[in-house]
């Protein structure tokens, strides 16, 4: 069977194995064998991730992807060139890529390579990525998401995630009394212009209120409200500044806050995006810089490693989360070209 064959294989048996957050395990599993089936020595760590690895000593690279997906099972099919399924694009079609391009790499004389698809990346735990920023100081960074075949992503957003909880003794509403949910929305609503005081210089560059959830609740003698918001934050945001902002206009509500992340900005003169940038270049490509609106492990590991750092990846990231979610399969194949080249170039 030739080599890109193999590679399809990979790709389509990850996405066979349906891996929503915290149900990982079969997916996990899948990845272990099928990196140990390529010669590369593979394990299952604490925190649950498929790590690979070959090679010995300096320089040690790091390609990090998530194998999760949030859920939604959508019929694994190919059509047209393009393999649909949940994750092909977020973010089983990089990690896949990643892999494929490791396994070139198994008779290393110097260097060493470490692949990890790991657990938990669309949750607020980023379980994962946390267990190994304290298992490893790697010199260069690979994080895997859909940046497109031609493109490096080199920043993205913070995030600060919280539930807001109220509940309250019930009473008649004809008068001036506000129920719980008036009292979220005007919450919403204070918070949305605070956030937009800010001089809004770019879509990145601004903060973004999301209200993911809102659930309300009488039950006779009280009635109550849930409701889940998160804000994307630029790099450099004053975090600590809208966190005391918001404990100031909860009120009498209940605040948990799950997820606090700063966003990032990559440095772009380093040798790893040189590599890349010379390995899109000998596929034809006219390489491209994206920062991203949204947040991944690049925000967890970045701060913590504190080498060069990318985030780089097949697929079309507008597909992400979607029910439409595929990725074009030259695209794929072109990229693990691209990295098979990036990783000569930063290791031979």
Not at 66 to 71: G, R, S
Not at 108 to 115: A, C, N, P, S, Y
Not at 190 to 216: A, V
């Amino acid at each position: 069977m030739s080599v890109q064959c193999d590679d399809l294989d990979l790709l389509r048996g990850l996405v066979d194995h349906y891996s929503p957050s915290r149900q990982e395990e079969d997916a996990v599993s899948f990845l272990v064998e099928s990196m140990e089936q390529r010669g590369i020595n593979s394990y299952i760590d604490g925190a649950g991730n498929a790590v690979g690895e070959v090679g010995d000593g300096s320089p040690h690279i790091a390609l990090v992807g998530h194998i999760d997906t949030v859920k939604g099972i959508i019929p694994v099919r190919e059509k047209s060139g393009r393999l649909y399924g949940r994750g092909t694009v977020d973010a089983k079609g990089p990690l896949a890529t990643f892999v494929a391009a490791v396994s070139r790499f198994t008779k290393l004389d110097q260097g060493r390579i470490t692949v990890v698809g790991a657990v938990e990346e669309e949750c607020p735990t980023s379980r994962g990525a946390r267990y190994l920023v304290n298992q490893m100081k790697p010199d260069h960074v690979f994080i895997g998401e859909p940046s497109g075949w031609d493109s490096i992503t080199i920043g993205y957003k913070g995030i600060v995630g919280f539930n807001f909880k109220l509940k309250q003794s019930n009473a008649h509403f004809a008068g001036n009394n506000l129920r719980s949910g008036d009292k979220a929305i005007t919450f919403y609503n204070n918070l949305l212009s605070y956030l937009n005081q800010h001089e809004i210089k770019s879509e990145f560059g601004s903060p973004r209120l999301e209200l993911r959830r809102i659930n309300t609740l009488d039950e006779g003698l009280t009635e109550n409200v849930e409701a889940y918001f998160s804000v994307r934050i630029p790099p450099g945001y004053g975090v600590e500044n809208l966190i005391n902002f918001i404990g100031v206009q909860s009120g009498d509500a209940e605040i948990e806050c799950d997820q606090k992340l700063e966003g990032i900005i990559a440095k772009k003169n380093t040798p790893l995006v040189r590599a890349l940038l010379q390995g899109i270049r000998q596929e034809g490509g006219q390489p491209t810089f994206k920062k991203k609106t949204g947040t991944s492990d690049m925000c967890v590991i970045g701060p913590e490693w504190k080498c060069p750092i990318v985030a780089y990846g097949p697929g079309d990231s507008s597909l992400d989360h979607t029910p439409d979610e595929h990725i074009i399969l030259d695209d794929y194949l072109r990229s693990i070209q691209v990295m098979t080249n990036a990783l000569k170039s930063l290791i031979l």
